[in-house]
């Protein structure tokens, strides 16, 4: 299935993927275990099963990145939030050729054109479950890829709050994030964005989360 860009959950929180399917299989194997377990004279055995904390996430990680460049650092913002995350995924995958830029690709021409909108393999189930958004991208041409606009455009962000992040060869996040608040309704919430290089580490993430938005989110 397109989009899986979450197999890394090392130590700490999973994030959970979403992805058409939604939420993982939650099943456990506790049953099992108590059906083949002999030792089965403890009346505590077969007592309530253990309350899970309520896990439910508000917060949704979405992130694009043509060259995985931009997926580790959604990876991790999940990781750290606890969130669910999503990859955007184009239905027609880009190559290689059509990444090469400055060569009127096809990167570069979606990048000339504001109106084109590639399209989206899959989509977010409930994504009005989610309160806020953590929207990563790669800069093309300065800009957000118009996939990024695809997106934004596919759902109702009325009232969520959305937090841009970027990386990029050198540029900054510029106004990639501020021409994209135009196709939002106006109670859309946009925090300021950051653009990363590329390997930067889950620190460094963690520490922008904690002074960015989880002072927000607490707020
Ligand atoms: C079509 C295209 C245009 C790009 N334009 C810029 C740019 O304007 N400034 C920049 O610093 N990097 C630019 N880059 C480099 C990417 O922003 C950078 O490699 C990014 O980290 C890739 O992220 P990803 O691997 O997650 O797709 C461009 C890359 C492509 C494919």
Redesign the pocket.
Known sequence: MAGCGNENSENGAESNLTQTGGQADQSTNHEQEGSETENQESPEAVSEPEQEPDMETKTLVVY????????PLAEYTAEILDADIYEIVAEEPYTEDD?A?YTNGR??QE?NDPNVRPAISGSVENMERYDTIILG??????QAPRIISTFLESYDFSGKTIVPF??????GIGSSASNLHSLCPDSTKWLDGERFE?GTSKETIRNWLEKRIMTFMKA
């Open positions: 694009f990145s043509a060259t995985g460049t931009t997926r990444l830029y990167a570069d990048q991208y790669p800069i093309w041409h300065g970027c990386t990029s060869h050198s540029s590329g």
